[in-house]
């Protein structure tokens, strides 16, 4: 794995690892784990072509930190499915450990992992995987039914969580009475019922269209917001990545190419394939003012200054149309720097 490039911009985000994984492997095929080790985990592709296997991921380490939406990105096939599979063990990987509160959940006996899976993980999925034949209420109660929990209980838990994704009203409807939008709402609020800990997204709105889309990137915004869960969250999508991430990791071929602040890989890309992959992202919606600011403010006008931690998409007008260089100051409103109006024209126009 390559390091990630410069600090890290994590904001007022916790720092303490919530789930981990350390060369991590999971190779398909026969004697896969026997083949691996004699090779010293350094086996080449014809190698595990000749013995036809498929490497779905070789050497994955990421730390994923309590709090923080941690998006996992790359083309189809990379490994991301693989990924979040073996991070909650519902697949087992080849070889590496997957670290949950610094615990070993290779080694966790099944029904303990079992119980940790129902009770501090949950997964939403692409095509919603709602049970057909059961209500919208019934649907979002479901896992806590699994969990033995009686009917009275759950049921106004689950209201509960229904009235928090925007759909009281429609507790009696059955899934296929309802929108793609809805039932993947349907599907957010029945993953949240257990109040898990950390909360496993593969590419859950990339069936939508692009308006319901977005607004199911901002309701996901919002319920984090309260909830404050640890995400894991699998897109194809750059600009989906770039509008709920802290952080995200990218995978070509199973193994992460990068990871850092969508900031981080659009200004410093760590490889060739990082920089393709980044190239048609507009770059004002990720830069911040402080990843172009200058330190010296002299000279720089003193009425209204921006904010560091501002993306420049937000702050281009008002500084384009300043006589000379605006101020720029932290959250405090302790002033950091200055930002000049050709820094602000060279990210809006990166080739000029
Ligand atoms: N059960 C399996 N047996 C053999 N190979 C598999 C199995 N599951 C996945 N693979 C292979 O592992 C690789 C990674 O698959 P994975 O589903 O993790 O990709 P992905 O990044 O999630 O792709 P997508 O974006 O299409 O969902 C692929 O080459 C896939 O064919
Ligand atoms: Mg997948």
């Not at 059961?134 to 689950?158: M, W």
Request: net charge neutral.
């Amino acid at each position: 794995m390559r390091a990630s490039a410069g600090p890290e911009n994590t904001g007022d985000r916790p720092q303490s690892t919530k789930l981990a994984c350390r060369g991590l492997w999971k190779v398909y095929g026969s004697n896969a784990a026997r083949i691996l080790q004699q090779r010293n985990f350094t086996p080449t592709s014809e190698l595990l072509q000749s013995h036809g296997l498929v490497a779905a991921l070789r050497d994955v380490s990421v730390d994923i930190r309590e709090g923080e939406i941690f998006v996992i990105m790359g083309l189809s096939g990379s490994g991301k499915s693989t990924l979040v599979r073996c991070l909650s063990l519902l697949i087992e990987p080849t070889a590496g450990q997957v670290l949950f509160e610094n615990r070993d959940l290779v080694t966790v006996p099944e029904k303990e992992l079992i119980w940790l899976r129902r009770h501090k993980m949950s997964m939403v999925f692409q095509h919603f995987a709602l049970l057909p034949h059961l209500t919208v209420l019934q649907n979002v109660a479901f896992p806590l039914e699994i969990q033995g929990i009686g009917q009275p209980t759950r049921e106004s838990r689950a209201a509960e969580m229904i009235e928090l994704v925007g759909l009281k009203g429609r507790e009696g409807n059955y899934p296929r009475e309802l929108s793609g939008g809805q039932r993947q709402r349907v599907g957010i609020a029945r993953s949240l019922t257990t109040e898990p800990e950390v909360w496993f997204l593969d590419e859950p709105f990339s069936a939508l269209d692009p308006l319901i889309r977005r607004e199911l990137q901002n309701e996901l915004l919002r319920l984090q917001r309260i909830l404050r869960k640890t995400v894991i969250f699998i897109t194809h999508d750059f600009d989906e990545a770039v509008r709920i991430a802290d952080r995200v990791a990218i995978l070509k071929d199973g193994i992460v190419e990068q990871i850092g602040s969508p900031e981080q890989l659009v200004l410093s890309p760590a490889t060739d394939y990082i920089a393709e992959f980044t190239r048609h992202v507009s770059r004002a919606k990720v830069v911040t003012v402080a990843a172009i600011m200058q330190r010296d403010w002299q000279g720089a006008s003193a009425a209204n200054p921006v904010k560091s931690n501002c993306r420049i998409e937000t702050v281009a007008r008002q500084v384009l149309d300043s006589e000379g260089a605006t101020r720029v100051v932290d959250d405090a409103g302790r002033v950091v720097g200055a930002v000049s109006r050709d820094a602000v024209l060279s990210v809006l126009f990166p080739e000029s």
